[in-house]
T-cell receptor
Framework: EAGVTQFPSHSVIEKGQTVTLRCDPI?????LYWYRRVMGKEIKFLLH????????ESGMPNNRFLAERTGGTYSTLKVQPAELEDSGVYFC???????????????FGPGTRLLVL | GIQVEQSPPDLILQEGANSTLRCNFS?????LQWFHQNPWGQLINLFY???GTKQNGRLSATTVATERYSLLYISSSQTTDSGVYFC????????????????FGQGTILTVHP
């Protein structure tokens, strides 16, 4: 079974440009999460999809970030326009459907390393 | 929100030594996971352990949910164990319904010398 995959693995862009990150969750996982680790700080939650619906986007830093999950499969995270402070590692995770009282392991992808110059 | 504190922040060992990493959290949780971030930056699942004890080879973990802490034990450490170890929790409410997002600790940086 394939794990969570992310593309690209690295991205170097200039301030003001646009970057789109992609995440393919484990097949059959309805829950999809985005996290990021800014240099020197802890890994922080960005948002959570259940299928194509945004369940929780409380961690999105500002309106320069747009996440989509059309069709409930893969997800994209677009940063437009990118700023220097957006540099870091962006992780995607997925888990199986959440049943009442049943918690699932979140499986993480390898991350996308974004550098904004 | 829930607070997660890991200790120690840094740990240096000789190959073959044992170690214990600790994770304290400030509220009740429905999910607790331990991860190892390898030198390539990948987050590798070690344990899903909201309560109880689990073992996997040289690694074991114990979570005492009522006292809000978890411990990760590494025995007979190897150089490949080097990296950052993260504890992450998902806050739960009294009814057991969780909120989905994981809150991470700052991590413990482990260096194992040959």
């Amino acid at each position: 079974e394939a794990g969570v995959t992310q593309f690209p693995s690295h991205s170097v862009i200039e301030k003001g440009q646009t970057v789109t990150l992609r995440c393919d969750p484990i097949s059959g996982h309805d829950n999809l999460y985005w996290y990021r680790r800014v240099m020197g700080k802890e890994i922080k939650f960005l948002l959570h999809f259940v299928k194509e619906s945004k369940q929780d986007e409380s961690g999105m830093p500002n309106n320069r970030f747009l996440a989509e999950r059309t069709g409930g499969t893969y997800s994209t995270l677009k940063v437009q326009p990118a700023e220097l402070e957006d540099s870091g590692v962006y992780f995607c995770a997925s888990s199986q459907v959440r049943l009442a009282g049943y918690q699932e392991t979140q499986y993480f992808g390898p991350g996308t390393r974004l550098l904004v110059l | 929100g829930i607070q997660v504190e890991q200790s120690p922040p840094d740990l240096i060992l000789q190959e073959g030594a044992n170690s214990t990493l600790r994770c304290n959290f400030s509220d009740s949780v429905n999910n607790l996971q331990w991860f190892h971030q390898n030198p390539w930056g990948q987050l590798i699942n070690l344990f899903y352990i909201p309560s109880g004890t689990k073992q996997n080879g040289r690694l074991s973990a114990t979570t005492v949910a009522t006292e809000r802490y978890s411990l990760l034990y590494i025995s007979s450490s190897q150089t490949t164990d080097s990296g950052v170890y993260f504890c992450a929790v998902e806050r739960g409410n009294a009814g057991g319904t969780s909120y989905g997002k994981l809150t991470f600790g700052q991590g413990t940086i482990l260096t194992v010398h040959p």
